[in-house]
């Protein structure tokens, strides 16, 4: 079975700086799919970023970006340029490429972002 | 697109009554998910299902049915309500194999 770990309960970064949450992953398959959600406040979960197995190029959308490390099975978060609505839990999935309706989360890492 | 909806949003129920959490989604997504959250545990998934008519268990399935006789509805029953049962459930649908998850906004539920 595959397991998902983030290290870092609790995160804390100053308006405008960036910070990076750390997500590994334990797997014997070559192809999946990993997710970064964001959980705010509201406890709605939204789509952050994501990556697939096969494609070597980090993923990156506006702000955040994945640094990918397949072979060290390493999928961080960096959040560049923070902002107040960052602030939020966020959660690591896995989920392998034929299982579309199965993801694997992290425990999640709590983001707090000061002025 | 109302996305995923999920209702109720809020249920108190008492040890030992049954009820359903409906989800529904108007993307016509083939793959259907419940998930449940608890504190420091981040999501496990309950059941899901990969089309109309088909359905599995996931990590967590006891105590818990579901059935999917449409494409767009997934229910989950609690068939009898313990406190260990109280959490916040999310229901998400999958446009095919490569998509990332979209989810509802969840139902917290807190059996006494």
């Known amino acids: 079975a595959q397991t998902v770990t983030q290290s870092q309960p609790e995160m804390s970064v100053q308006e405008a700086e960036t910070v990076t949450l750390s997500c590994t992953y334990d797997?014997?398959?070559?192809?999946?799919?990993l997710f970064w959600y964001k959980q705010p406040p509201s406890r709605q979960m939204i789509l952050v970023i994501r990556?697939?197995?096969?494609?070597?190029q980090n993923a990156t959308e506006n702000r955040f970006s994945v640094n990918f490390q397949k072979a060290a099975k390493s999928f961080s978060l960096k959040i560049s340029d923070s902002q107040l609505g960052d602030a939020a839990m966020y959660f690591c999935?896995?989920?392998?490429?034929?299982?579309?309706?199965?993801?694997?989360f992290g425990t999640g890492t709590r983001l707090q972002v000061t002025l | 697109n109302a996305g995923v909806t999920q209702t109720p949003k809020f249920q108190v129920l008492k040890t030992g009554q049954s009820m359903t959490l409906q989800c529904a989604q108007d993307?016509?997504?083939?793959?259907m998910s419940w998930y449940r959250q608890d504190p420091g545990m981040g999501l496990r998934l309950i059941h899901y299902?990969?089309?109309?008519?088909?359905?599995d268990q996931g990590e967590v399935p006891n105590g818990y049915n579901v059935s999917r006789s449409t494409t767009e509805d997934f229910p989950l029953r609690l068939l009898s309500a313990a406190p260990s049962q109280t959490s916040v459930y999310f229901c998400?649908?999958?446009?095919?194999?490569?998509?990332?998850?979209?989810f509802g906004p969840g139902t917290r539920l807190t059996v006494l």
């Open positions: 999935a896995y989920r392998s490429a034929g299982t579309a309706s199965k993801l694997t």
């Open positions: 797997t014997s398959e070559s192809d999946y799919y």
């Open positions: 299902s990969v089309g109309a008519g088909i359905t």
């Open positions: 998400a649908s999958s446009p095919f194999s490569g998509g990332a998850p979209f």
């Open positions: 990556q697939e197995a096969y494609k070597q």
């Open positions: 993307m016509n997504h083939e793959y």
